[in-house]
């Protein structure tokens, strides 16, 4: 079965950056595009960005255009996603998913950006 693990996440202050990982396992993953989505305390699934299964293409949601990027090595079968200037709004539970709604997405890894 396809099993998408995420890491990385934490505690950070305002203008500081973490880097997220995906662990992908169970599928060729070479083969699929990727997306991370987030989801804010009380508030739905919100797509962050999506990377093609080559790595040459990505997207990026308006809102962490030239802050976030998203990059993926095929043979670590791994997706990363580097957030830099993280500002309080980008708090929240970070996935990463088979599709850009997040229906197939892992267990999460936790954002906070707190002073």
């Known amino acids: 079965l396809p099993q998408l693990v995420e890491s990385g996440g934490g505690l950070v202050q305002p203008g500081g950056s973490l880097r997220l990982s995906c662990a992908a396992s169970?599928?060729?993953?070479?083969?699929?595009?990727i997306s991370w989505v987030r989801q804010a305390p009380g508030k739905g699934l919100e797509w962050v960005s999506t990377?093609?299964?080559?790595?040459?293409?990505?997207l990026y949601s308006d809102s962490v255009k030239g802050r976030f990027t998203i990059s993926r090595d095929n043979v670590k079968k791994t997706v990363y996603l580097q957030l830099n200037s993280l500002q309080t709004e980008d708090t929240g539970m970070y996935y990463c998913?088979?599709?850009?709604?997040?229906?197939?997405r892992g267990q999460g890894t936790q954002v906070t950006v707190s002073s």
């Open positions: 990377i093609s299964s080559d790595g040459l293409a990505t």
């Open positions: 169970g599928f060729t993953f070479s083969a699929f595009v």
């Open positions: 998913a088979l599709d850009r709604g997040g229906v197939s």
